[in-house]
């Protein structure tokens, strides 16, 4: 390839004079059924000439080709994260992170550690913890963090991004006290005589972010540069970004409009939010490495804060079944509004009854909008098959999968657990799957939701045997969730996805084989190289230049 990118600006492409870059494996997997694997492909200005054993590409390429070659390194299509968020990733690098806290008090150290990146003005910021993973399994409170930060407001979102644990300070810049009423769609989480706890579920978070000054111009672009540029170093030619401001959607136009944009982002249009109008009056956009042609819609909170909505109460809670985020009426005219528009719809839908709302909604919209339901998490027997018939788009995360199993069960009973996180059952009834990591929730790597899909255990290979062994996927079945399943979500099958003659260069080479190699050796795999439009994004230091 061409050398390494960075967001100071792409290489200009020559004329067609230009020499061809040959590329050389050990194994190039195609993802194409005509041409399963090659050892080598040739390319010329972004796209695939030629694909074939070394001799026939060379000669295809004539003289003067560039050769590259990965002697002991496997080529796969692109790999497309279908569900993230950049400006939450690039966040999550810069604030105060809390995914290892071990309880409440470790987590408020951290907290009162925090560093200038860490701040908007005086707000301190974190995100990451994780209640199920202390030892109590207890919410946090805003007592710990007043014990520390007194004077100081304090927002720290939870790793699903749908409860927010704030300080008392914080509290009172937004005036929320124990008369409070909740918002719709959102609680205040309260103690036995009726006090705010500081944790704020769902819409209820909006009660203290907007009181929260945004982030200076220069630390938006740290941080999307941050967010891109890791995306690319574990292996991602492409994420689809489910829910973007306008702020963040404009910034990201600039560096593509200027040859700066490394990666592929397919960009949802945030429809909760308050440029929903905005976008809904600009339409859809196509760039270079940008586009936007959908909008990203909740139905409901997380499993994980016991926001996701159920048709019968969690089994951990009795009294508590969920809830939705906006009433049908205002969901459905949303949808309406922007699939009228050119939109595809993606609404977000975690628990049962939120997902057979969802069906219920976007099965009244056109099918050529190949619309889409995020995460699709738990669903009812009888819904399992709905994708399939109604082509509906199934975008789920197998992280999730694996990190949310210790505690599911407890949540949702056995009965409901059967057929959630249902990857296998979906595929079986012949829908359309894409894959993605829901980053910052989960980290970026692809290579682990390689790893989650075919095994169902965590790193440690616990479960024995995986949970819910009968949903673990082929890794033929896997790859295609991250590449040509993605490519589909996104309309862009007929470019992408596959390795095949006249597409657009982009892939991944890695040290081990995902199709061959054990599902373990992903753990420890790396990225060798990661190429778009035939350009390095990424290359490992290790790995020679052509």
């Given at each position: 390839m061409l050398g390494a990118l960075s967001l100071a600006g792409c290489p200009k492409r020559a004329g067609p004079e230009k020499p061809a870059v040959v590329v050389i494996a050990m194994r190039i997997r195609t993802g194409d059924p005509k041409l399963p694997v090659v050892q080598a492909m040739a390319l010329r200005d972004g796209k695939i000439l030629k694909l074939g054993?070394?001799?026939?590409?060379?000669?295809?390429?004539?003289?003067?080709?560039?050769?590259?070659?990965?002697?002991?390194?496997?080529?796969?299509?692109?790999?497309?994260?279908?569900?993230g968020?950049?400006?939450?990733?690039?966040?999550?690098?810069?604030?105060?992170?809390?995914?290892?806290?071990?309880?409440?008090?470790?987590?408020?150290?951290?907290?009162?550690?925090?560093?200038?990146?860490?701040?908007?003005?005086?707000?301190?910021?974190?995100?990451?913890?994780?209640?199920?993973?202390?030892?109590?399994?207890?919410?946090?409170?805003r007592w710990a963090l007043d014990a520390e930060l007194e004077r100081t407001p304090v927002f720290a979102t939870r790793v699903d991004g749908h409860a927010a644990w704030v300080s008392g300070e914080a509290l009172k810049r937004a005036r929320i006290t124990k008369d409070t009423k909740d918002p719709p769609g959102g609680r205040i989480v309260r103690d036995k005589v009726g006090e705010p706890t500081g944790v704020l579920i769902d819409n209820a978070m909006e009660l203290v972010r907007s009181k929260i000054p945004p982030p200076s111009d220069e630390q938006l672009k740290l941080r999307l540069k941050a967010a891109v540029e890791t995306c690319a170093r574990v292996g991602l030619t492409g994420v689809h970004d489910a829910g973007l401001s306008m702020a963040v959607f404009e910034l990201l136009q600039r560096w593509d409009v200027g040859g700066a944009l490394p990666i592929?982002?397919?960009?949802?249009?945030?429809?909760?939010?308050?440029?929903?109008?905005l976008f809904l009056g600009r339409g859809p956009y196509q760039g270079r490495h940008l586009?936007?042609?959908?909008?990203?819609?909740?139905?409901?909170?997380?499993?994980?804060?016991?926001?996701?909505?159920?048709?019968?109460?969690?089994?951990?809670a009795p009294g508590e079944t969920g809830l939705m985020l906006l009433k049908r009426e205002l969901l459905q005219q949303r949808a309406e509004a922007f699939s009228n528009a050119g939109f595809q719809v993606a609404i977000h839908a975690i628990g049962d009854k939120a997902n057979a709302e969802t069906f219920e909604l976007l099965e009244k919209l056109p099918k050529t909008g190949r619309h889409r339901i995020e995460h699709a998490q738990v669903l009812r027997e009888e819904d399992v098959g709905r994708f399939a018939k109604s082509?509906?788009?199934?975008?789920?995360?197998?992280?999730?999968?694996?990190?949310?199993?210790?505690?599911?069960?407890?949540?949702l009973g056995a009965a409901r657990a059967k057929y959630a996180y249902a990857f296998k059952s979906l595929l079986d009834t012949k829908a359309n799957v894409a894959f993605g990591s829901d980053f910052p929730v989960e980290r970026p790597d692809p290579l682990l939701g390689l790893f989650a899909a075919r095994t169902r255990t965590d790193a440690s290979g616990q479960?024995?045997?995986?949970?819910?062994?009968?949903?673990?996927?082929?890794?033929?079945?896997?790859?295609?969730?991250?590449?040509?399943?993605?490519?589909?979500?996104?309309?862009?099958?007929?470019?992408?996805?596959?390795?095949?003659?006249?597409?657009?260069?982009?892939?991944?080479?890695?040290?081990?084989?995902?199709?061959?190699?054990?599902?373990?050796?992903?753990?420890?795999?790396?990225?060798?190289?990661?190429?778009?439009?035939?350009?390095?994004?990424?290359?490992?230091?290790?790995?020679?230049?052509p």
């Open positions: 054993s070394r001799a026939e590409v060379l000669a295809a390429a004539g003289e003067g080709a560039i050769i590259d070659e990965f002697p002991s390194g496997v080529i796969v299509p692109g790999l497309v994260d279908a569900h968020h950049l400006l939450g990733l690039g966040e999550a690098l810069a604030l105060v992170g809390l995914w290892e806290s071990t309880d409440e008090n470790d987590a408020v150290k951290r907290l009162k550690a925090a560093g200038p990146d860490s701040k908007q003005g005086e707000w301190v910021l974190g995100r990451g913890w994780d209640q199920n993973k202390w030892p109590r399994g207890e919410l946090p409170s592929r982002v397919y960009a949802m249009a945030n429809g909760q939010g308050d440029d929903r109008d586009s936007m042609r959908a909008v990203k819609l909740l139905a409901d909170g997380a499993l994980g804060s016991r926001g996701a909505a159920l048709f019968q109460p969690y089994s951990d082509g509906i788009i199934a975008s789920v995360q197998p992280t999730h999968a694996t990190s949310d199993m210790g505690w599911a069960e407890a949540r479960p024995a045997g995986g949970w819910h062994p009968e949903q673990k996927l082929t890794p033929e079945e896997a790859l295609a969730g991250f590449t040509s399943g993605a490519a589909y979500a996104e309309f862009a099958e007929d470019r992408r996805g596959v390795l095949r003659e006249g597409y657009d260069a982009d892939f991944v080479a890695l040290s081990v084989d995902p199709v061959e190699d054990p599902p373990e050796a992903l753990l420890g795999a790396k990225v060798l190289v990661t190429v778009v439009d035939g350009i390095d994004v990424w290359r490992d230091p290790s790995v020679r230049q």
